[in-house]
C-alpha cells in the first residue's frame, strides 16, 4: 500500500476521539448520517460536522448514488491509515515458513545422502554393490535458496521497522 502522510491539520483533526470512533464506524461498512448518529450516540449535526472535517482532509466521502440516503465511506487514503501494511505481514510470514520448511529439507536430504556414502563405502568393502542416485547438488540449492528467501523476509520485516 502506499504510504499516507499525515499533515498537521490531520493531526489536528484526528485528535478527536469522536472522529476516530466515525473513522472505525466506517471501516465496517459505509452508513448514514442517522446510523452513525445512534451507534455513537451523538447528535446528527455533531456527527454532520465531524463528517465535514474528515472529507476535508480526504479521509470519509460522501457516496450520492441517488438514493433517497446519503451514505458515508472511507477513502483508500483513511483504509490504508486504519489499515497499513496486513498484506506484507502474511507475505513475509509465508516466506519464514517457506524458508524453515526448504532448510529442514535441505539439511535432512544432506545428511542422508551422508549417510548414503558411508553405506555405500561400506558395501564397497564388503564387495557388494549400492547403487543410489545422488541428490546431494539438489539438497545444497533448496538449503541456499532457502535461506535467501529466509534473509529476504527479515531484511522485509527491518525495512519496515525503520519505515514506522
Wanted: glycine residues 4%; charged residues 25%.
Amino acid at each position: 500500500m502506499a504510504d499516507v502522510v499525515i499533515r498537521r491539520d490531520m493531526m489536528k483533526i484526528l485528535a478527536s476521539e469522536a472522529r476516530i470512533s466515525i473513522l472505525k464506524s466506517l471501516k465496517k461498512r459505509r452508513k448514514t448520517l442517522t446510523e452513525l448518529s445512534k451507534e455513537l450516540d451523538m447528535s446528527v449535526s455533531g456527527v454532520k460536522e465531524h463528517l465535514d472535517k474528515l472529507m476535508a482532509i480526504g479521509l470519509v466521502t460522501q457516496a450520492d448514488e441517488n438514493h433517497k440516503w446519503k451514505y458515508y465511506e472511507l477513502t483508500k487514503k483513511a483504509n490504508s491509515l486504519l489499515q497499513p501494511d496486513k498484506v506484507n505481514i502474511h507475505i513475509i510470514l509465508s516466506l519464514v515458513i517457506i524458508g524453515i520448511v526448504g532448510l529442514v529439507i535441505g539439511i535432512t536430504n544432506f545428511f542422508t545422502q551422508s549417510a548414503g556414502r558411508l553405506l555405500k563405502a561400506e558395501s564397497a568393502k564388503l564387495g557388494g554393490h549400492v547403487s543410489r542416485p545422488s541428490t546431494y547438488p539438489v539438497s545444497i540449492i533448496i538449503f541456499f535458496l532457502s535461506l535467501i528467501l529466509l534473509l529476504y523476509a527479515f531484511y522485509l520485516f527491518k525495512k519496515d521497522k525503520v519505515r514506522k
